[in-house]
């Protein structure tokens, strides 16, 4: 019974589809790497969602900002 851990393990309590997420990314990293770089991106994308719901954030309203915020730098240059 040879049962790997993962760097993810810890997150098994907290968060179990974003510790599953990492561990599919750990897993596909040497056989297929692109996939465990979407598996990296979905990873990154719940995290900040789970973040910005935690301090009272939207996501959406963020980007929106940001990209407001762009687009007014460019014009000011």
Excluded: C, W
Aim: avoid cysteine.
């Amino acid at each position: 019974m040879d049962q790997r851990l993962s760097n993810f393990d810890f997150l098994d309590g907290l968060d179990p589809e974003l510790a599953n997420l990492g561990k599919l990314a750990e897993s596909y990293f040497q056989d297929d790497p692109s996939t465990s770089l979407i598996k990296l991106r979905q990873f990154g994308e719940r995290m900040t969602r789970r973040h910005a719901a935690l301090v009272g954030s939207d996501v959406q309203e963020a980007r929106a900002a940001a990209a407001k915020g762009k687009r007014g730098r460019k014009a000011k240059a």
